[in-house]
T-cell receptor, first 115, second 116 residues
Framework: AQKVTQAQTEISVVEKEDVTLDCVYE???????LFWYKQPPSGELVFLIRRNSFDEQNEISGRYSWNFQKSTSSFNFTITASQVVDSAVYFCALQLNFGNEKLTFGTGTRLTIIP | DTAVSQTPKYLVTQMGNDKSIKCEQN?????MYWYKQDSKKFLKIMFSYNNKELIINETVPNRFSPKSPDKAHLNLHINSLELGDSAVYFC???????????????FGPGTRLTVT
């Protein structure tokens, strides 16, 4: 069975600081996908990124970057120059490529950006 | 245009009642899902349908019954509501597995169900 661990329950940083959200996953499958979702205070779930298990290249999108390391089963998310609008709960999730369609979520990290 | 929509957004009802939540997606996706988010923000899948066929049925009480009249709709009916059913219910849709690629899921705005 697969599992996703987000050990950081809550993080607070002052605006403009950089912050990294950790995600560690477990699966016996070799082919899988990892995702990050954002849930702002308004409640909706917003898709941020998808990464497959064969692509270990880091990705950057504006102030957001993701570091995928299969050796440590981690898929960490960094926000540089944080802004108040980044305040949200962030979820990491895992889905196998074959068989079980289930998207397994971590417990989320609540990020608060202090102005 | 809303991609995944749910109605109602809020639902307050008494224990023992039966209620339904509707979900529609206009993304042309083949796969739709229902998730439950509890008060601690934990998200757990309940059901998944692909082309109107049930493919995932997690350990959900029989009081919960999904219905998919067509690919664009997946409704959730709940019988004999209990206090513990209070949660936010999210519908989602996805292209699923296409061309060997597992695509992301897009979520509706959620339905906050409160059972009193």
């Amino acid at each position: 069975a697969q599992k996703v661990t987000q050990a950081q329950t809550e993080i607070s940083v002052v605006e403009k600081e950089d912050v990294t959200l950790d995600c560690v996953y477990e699966t016996r499958d070799t082919t899988y996908y990892l995702f990050w979702y954002k849930q702002p205070p308004s409640g909706e779930l917003v898709f941020l990124i998808r990464r497959n298990s064969f692509d270990e290249q880091n990705e950057i999108s504006g102030r957001y970057s993701w570091n995928f390391q299969k050796s440590t089963s981690s898929f960490n998310f960094t926000i540089t120059a944080s802004q108040v609008v980044d305040s949200a709960v962030y979820f990491c999730a895992l889905q196998l490529n074959f068989g079980n369609e289930k998207l397994t979520f971590g417990t989320g990290t609540r990020l608060t950006i202090i102005p | 245009d809303t991609a995944v929509s749910q109605t109602p957004k809020y639902l307050v009802t008494q224990m023992g009642n039966d209620k339904s939540i509707k979900c529609e997606q206009n993304l042309g996706h083949d796969t739709m899902y229902w998730y439950k988010q509890d008060s601690k923000k934990f998200l757990k899948i309940m059901f998944s349908y692909n082309n109107k066929e049930l493919i995932i049925n997690e350990t959900v009480p029989n009081r919960f019954s999904p219905k998919s009249p067509d690919k664009a709709h997946l409704n959730l009916h709940i019988n004999s509501l209990e206090l513990g059913d209070s949660a936010v219910y999210f519908c989602a849709s996805s292209q699923g597995l296409a061309g060997g690629i597992r695509y992301e899921q897009y979520f509706g705005p959620g339905t906050r169900l409160t059972v009193t």
